[in-house]
């Protein structure tokens, strides 16, 4: 697999000679997806490839920088009212569809409405659940959502059923993405918004064909076209990108060291602090795992430090708690369970197993979780934790997990948005058992009130210390085994300038990447 | 002839039937909700149960398959409950590629593999006949996964002469079909050898060659036709094999063909894509394997369908 970019060098000079002009260079080639989006709809984004095209075609009301901060998108502005209920979002004038159609208030409305409206068959509604009726007009008990109105062209006015603080944060997913009034029935294939870029075409398992919006309202994107490869297999998309072929690839976690350890290689890398928690989910109500000193037990009971640097070549920041330490509220000074199976042993003990005790791992068939699972089942049977690793196609294993079947469940949790709020509520407060996110069915009534109270909290100080003490509680009693953070690791090819790799996935959105094209080489198409 | 076709024809409505009933009950037993799969990592009670009654998923069994065939008896495969595609478009715009790629897969397994084994016949244990065995051996034994991931280092990354994936010109076809047809050449190769040392050591070809004919023609015209049988039979079924087993070559080589969607429909547990995609494959499949006994008779004159 490592035939060296300096063996390709003299090809790519000939390439260029040969190629003459630079005309053909100014396509952004991504190589991130892999596989179809579901649909170009924003109602319809549940996916990543989903979400990332739509991050190109449409706005919402706010937006991620590829750092992860949030910025202004179609809403300059908003002010809340003193009891955090009443969100007035002061529009941006001036902007239009790619159809030309002006943006105006009433498409947020109409657009939030698709998202809920259960013959749109989206799924994913609960980023607007905050707004008050959204939830019963999504069961169909009402026919208008009672908290969205829109006194003129420029103002939207939300009612929360309670207040919540990072509500803006929510409306940059994808899924709250504007889309005009009316929409077609193939709007999934052809699109209209007021982002970035327009789609010029969408070869299904292909690629995704953007160009810029010259009238994008900030500042037309910089490269000519953008165009997002769907390439299915992780090795394949390696290979394009040592051919000159994509510009942009996302390492696959079981290759880092070929890339770190290679000089030529690893000029090319950058990465970012992931939002990504790699984790056991602990189901904290079968049998011995009911008790926190089982769970603690299965924590001390692993070397997390070298599964991370044999594995993964240390891509992961060791887990002292769910919220990751690049957010407010992680406690880095804490120090995670350290490995000790004495001390794994005498848990196990105090809390009546002296003989160890039998439990299923479940993990999906990825060949890196596999290969977690079976390092965890050996240093567990180390403290007389007798592991049976199940193995089964990803929604199969997830299924299970969320009817509760599963004593361990490893996965990961990629966040939506950058706030420990996505990684308390949705993984671990009792309102989120199973299908929710919380397939540790961990239910305990101070953890719980801690992280009601934090996602009503309006001062930031305040929801910050209530969020590091909810955290503090997880770790104590150890939902899920704890074992890192991943940062991601993308290269970018020497000719590319300006691309950031975004914390949140649909936070890149090209618009000020360029390449220089005396490096590039040529191109097919 | 006619009669034939269409005896066979009808013949191919049980049995596509028989597919569809297997096929929807194996879905509906297999671990697996498409709801499940459509909401992704967090969701609501109340979402699923309003999305299982949008697709109509709480009917009864009976009454979800008798929707499913009524549609299809209207030529209607529904619509993916994922993307809200129609499926029939779908697969109509993905199976020319897959075709395609097996097509030249097969067209380069036939060449090669027919006339290395009929050069392999010429001379039984010769040079070219042991060097046939040893690249036999290795075309059975490595995965296309690996050969395909080594011809893309070798003629992609290394000599840049083509692209390592993606759908185009005749540049982008030539490593996938290399990869998908190198099982065949072997089968193949050893299959035309053997059918060809049989034809080659039977009487008519001792009258041909008693009657002064040239090398060349008696292999080629007497030998080699009556070799034939074998060697279609073998093509009729790796063709099957080729459209069904291309799932691997085109994830490999991002090939959007049919195979990708189908697996990417088994990953979402879009159910009528599934069931759509094999219903399909298998229509083809029946087209297939009576193309192939069509073929026996062009090449046999004494096989007759009257």
Redesign the interface.
Known sequence: ?R?SIA??AP?LVM?CGGGGGGTDRRTLVDSRDN??P??LDPA?S??VPTGRAVGYLFDGLTRFTPEGGVIPGLATSWETSPDGLTWTFHLRRGVAFTDGTPFVARQVLVSWQRVLD??V?G????PL?PIHGA?DY???KVTSIEGLSAPNDSTVVVKLKEPFAIFPKLLAMPVASIAPETVPANF??HPVGTGPWRLVEW?????LLFAPNTHYWGGPPRADSLKA?????P??AV??F??G?VDVLQIPQGEIADWEEDAERRKLLTSTPSLELVYAAINTTRGPLRDPRVRQALNYGIDRMRIDRNLIANRGTLAAGVIPPSLPGADTTRSGYQFDTTRARQLLREAGYPNGIDLEMWTSTNPLYVRIAETLQAYLRLSGIRIKIVQ?????A???A?KGATDLFLKD??A?YPDAENFLY?LLHSA?K????NVSFYQNAQYDSIVTAARREQDEAKRVALYREADQIAFRDAPMIFLWFYSELYAVQPWIRGFQPPVIFNGQSWTTVTTTAASAPKR?? | MGAFILRRLLLAIPTLLGVLVIAFLLLYVAPGDPVMAMVGERADEQTIARLRAELRLDDPLPVQFGHYVAGIAKGDLGRSYITNRPILRDILERFPKTLQLAGAAMLFATICGVTLGVLSARSPGGLIDRFGLALAYLGISFPVYWVGLLLILLFAVTLHWLPPSGFGGFRYLILPALALGMRSVAFLARMTRSAMLDALGADYVRTARAKGLRERVVVARHALRNALIPIITVLGLDFGAYLTGSILTETIFSWPGLGRYVVNAIARRDLPAIQGSVLFLSAVFVLVNLLTDLAYAKADPRVTYA
């Open positions: 697999m035939r063996l390709l090809l390439a596989y179809d579901r649909s319809l549940t996916d259960p013959r068959r799924g994913r509604g609960w659940y939830q999504a069961a169909g999934g294939e070869r299904h398992d292909d690629y490869r769907i390439i299915a297999e090795s394949t290979a394009e040592e051919s072929t089964r196609e990803s929604a199969a997830r299924e299970a969320r949790w990629y939506d949705p989120n199973g299908v929710g996110g097919d198409q």
